[in-house]
Each structure stands twice: as C-alpha cells, then as structure tokens.
C-alpha cells in the first residue's frame, strides 16, 4: 500500500504564492494516479489536478489551470502543487491521493485509495 505526506500549507496574502508537497512511500500493484483535492469548510471535496506514476501525462482543473500547476520528482518520490495568485476562495485543506485502479488522470474522489492527512492553505491580507 502507499503512504502520502502533504506539507507546505501556510497562511498566504492574496496573490502570494505556494508549493504543496506530497511524499509518498510503500508501494503498489501497478501504475497509480496521484491527485491534488481540496476541502472548504462546508464544501465537498473538490479535485484540482492529478498526475501520472511517470509524469508524462498530467491535468488541472479547468478553472484553475491559468493558476495552479502539478509536477512530480521521481527521484525523490514527491508530488508538488504550485498555486500562484492566491485569490479568497482558494483556502482549504488540500489533500493528495493516490488512484491505483484506474489508470486515469480523473479527479474523482470515490476512485481514489489512499489519502494523506491534509494541509491547511489560509489567504489572508
């Protein structure tokens, strides 16, 4: 099975930027899917962006790919989210997961396995 550690949420101004970092260790059958969520207080959970075991292939959401980006370092089994342009409605506590079943860069909560603990991203002047 996989393990997933977030890290790098912290308090932000509105247009600051972060890097989310997602480490994952164990292992699993096959290729998986790693994908960025996030969850605002009464809010369900929403997907941001998911990348393959490669790298090679990658997507984010529609509304947000002009702001956030995802890549991965295999060399030290790391995940990473950049956010740029923090805006008001982008606090939450984001989590990654992995899908190791579908093959697919689909941002569907149900499909993913494994899940980390969260990091908190605030925005704030």
Excluded at 18 to 25: D, N, Q, T
Excluded at 35 to 61: C, L
Excluded at 87 to 116: E, F, M, N, Q
């Amino acid at each position: 099975q996989l393990q997933l550690v977030e890290s790098g949420g912290a308090l932000v101004e509105p247009g600051g930027s972060l890097r989310l970092s997602c480490a994952v260790s164990g292992s699993a059958p096959g290729y998986y899917t790693i994908g960025w969520f996030r969850q605002a207080p009464g809010k369900e959970r929403e997907g941001v962006a998911s990348i393959t075991e490669s790298g090679i292939a990658s997507k984010t959401e529609d509304s947000l790919k002009d702001r956030f980006d995802i890549s991965r370092d295999n060399a030290v089994n790391t995940v990473y989210l950049h956010m740029n342009n923090l805006k008001p409605d982008d606090p939450a506590v984001y989590y990654c997961a992995a899908d190791v079943i579908h093959a697919s860069l689909a941002l569907i909560p149900a499909r993913y396995t494994y899940w980390g603990q969260g990091t908190q991203v605030t925005v704030s002047p």
